[in-house]
């Protein structure tokens, strides 16, 4: 009994960080490429919604990786890239508080149960400190 314990111990990380690989991966996805701190690109995976105009992408909060970059790549006037639907480009990037709920409600609309299961295995049911990032061609 102790073995199986143990044992449910350890898979316990890889079956939780599993289960939200596999359901973020559900529906519309586009690849963000930002620069980190040496110059490398880094690739994300995000949900994405239009509204308004424009492409959105939504951080769980400011200390989300992908957002620092993005952030930093902007600030310092480098290009970051995104492909959706196998078209890669460089958007005009611009975070957008206002619109956090707009975006929130889109996603959830969007992406349903899978939106559900993210936010309570991220532990951001409501996702109020998320972030609408406006992405413009």
Do not use: C
Request: a negative charge; aromatic letters at 8%; proline letters at 2%.
């Amino acid at each position: 009994m102790l073995k199986k314990i143990l044992l449910l111990v350890v898979l316990a990380p890889f079956i939780y960080f599993g289960l939200i690989m596999l359901v973020s991966e559900s529906g519309e996805v586009v690849v963000l490429e930002s620069q980190d701190n040496q110059g490398e690109l880094q690739s994300t995976r995000l949900w994405v919604v239009d509204h308004d105009g424009s492409m959105w992408l939504r951080a769980g909060d400011d200390e989300s990786g992908w957002y620092q970059r993005l952030i930093r790549n902007v600030e310092a006037d480098q290009a970051v890239y995104v492909t959706r639907n196998g078209e890669r480009f460089s958007p005009s990037v611009v975070s957008d508080p206002s619109q956090a709920a707009a975006v929130n409600g889109l996603m959830a609309n969007k992406y349903g149960v899978s939106n559900d299961a993210i936010s309570f295995l991220m532990g951001n049911d409501g996702r109020q400190d998320a972030i609408a990032v406006r992405l413009s061609r």
